[in-house]
């Protein structure tokens, strides 16, 4: 990528002062073709993926599954090996994302003709930026939306659905983040009050981050040896996804901390005007998901007494009404009351759910990894690992072990809490 694109994520990478394991993040993923493409922070490793279906291909021909595909990097690993892969993804505007970029196997040069369009036809429009919502006002300068606002509007007037038309979406989706002023916190929500050092030019940015599309696409294009699938679809059903389907599955699930998927993309939602803000995520992407962060879960919407008494949670009911009850009574002597007691009740509901649709798509033997970490909202530790695993193996799965990968809550010193976490994989048989 060029070094213009580079600066933000060299800012980003800078602040780990020593090497550490890095495959349960996205970050190494910035070096890889397509995969940089667009950074979303709930990801893993390209390359550890890949070491994962490299390993199972030698013992067998295997059939790969990631129902919770985010960006696609399940995907493009499978198709780089040439295994037959199916994706899911519940957030549409992740979905779009990752559909843009398995279209990497298109003609670069007519991607760029496409490109070339745009902004010819960018000259001459007009902008109208006072009908954008209020955060993108706060993230931009008049000059940088009036740039940005010609390319939307000259990409929507040629829009057709072709490849290069979405490849070309997705190119400008990609630069909001360099474009704006603003700052940006490590897990991708936005930060209007926070102004970075830099930001380039929109016009600027488009043509490098297209030119830096184009080299991938000519890079990247030789080498796929597949093509993967990726459904727009809901992992605790896995609707769309044939029975027996798969014997390997590598994904990562939303952790239970709280982190709000449906903000990561905010930003460009706001910029392509599909929400005009924070309270138009619920219904159109928070409702969608799984429910692993207390925006998501009011008294109103959840009936905790029909979620404790859920069969689906029988394996775990007695240490997850305790672990509820302790998190409700916590809750008061913390400002902001949040709902974390209704949250892991639905969190691991939705889960228990997750693993018995899995069992119904795969095949027997199957391989299952999930890269999950543990959690302990206001200090209380939740074992997510071992629950995981008793509601994999209530599901029809025979065992499970842990490998650890790494150590969390230590680097930053938590202020909320002093718990020991961790993350790693669990691998789930039968």
Partial sequence: MNPQLELPFQEFSSCTSKPLDSSSTFINNMKLPVHRWFRFSAGFSAQWVETIISQAKERREITVLDPFSGSGTTLLASEKLGVECLGIEAHPFVVRIARAKLLYQTDADAYLEHIQKVIKRAE????????????IHECFSISSLESLDRLRQSWEKLADDSSESQLVWLTLVSILRHV???GTAP????????????SIDAMSAFCLMAESIATDMRIAGKMAASVATLIQSDARTCQGVPDNFANLVITSPPYANNYDYADATRLEMCFMKEISGWGDLQSAVRQYLIRSCSQHVTNKNVNIDEVLASHELAPIKTSIIETFHKLSQERHLHGGKKNYHLMIACYFLDMARVWIALRRVCKSPATVCFMIGDSA????YVPVIEWMGLLAQAAGFKSFNFEKVRDRNVKWKNRKHRVPLCEGCLWVYG
Avoid at 125 to 131: A, G, H, L
Avoid at 187 to 198: E, F, H, R, S, T
């Fill in 187 to 198: 897990w991708q929500y936005i930060l209007p009050n926070k102004k970075k050092q830099y």
């Fill in 180 to 182: 704006s002023h603003a």
């Fill in 124 to 135: 001459n429009v007009q902008p109208c930026i006072d009908t954008y919502p209020k955060l």
């Fill in 377 to 380: 909202p206001y200090g209380i």
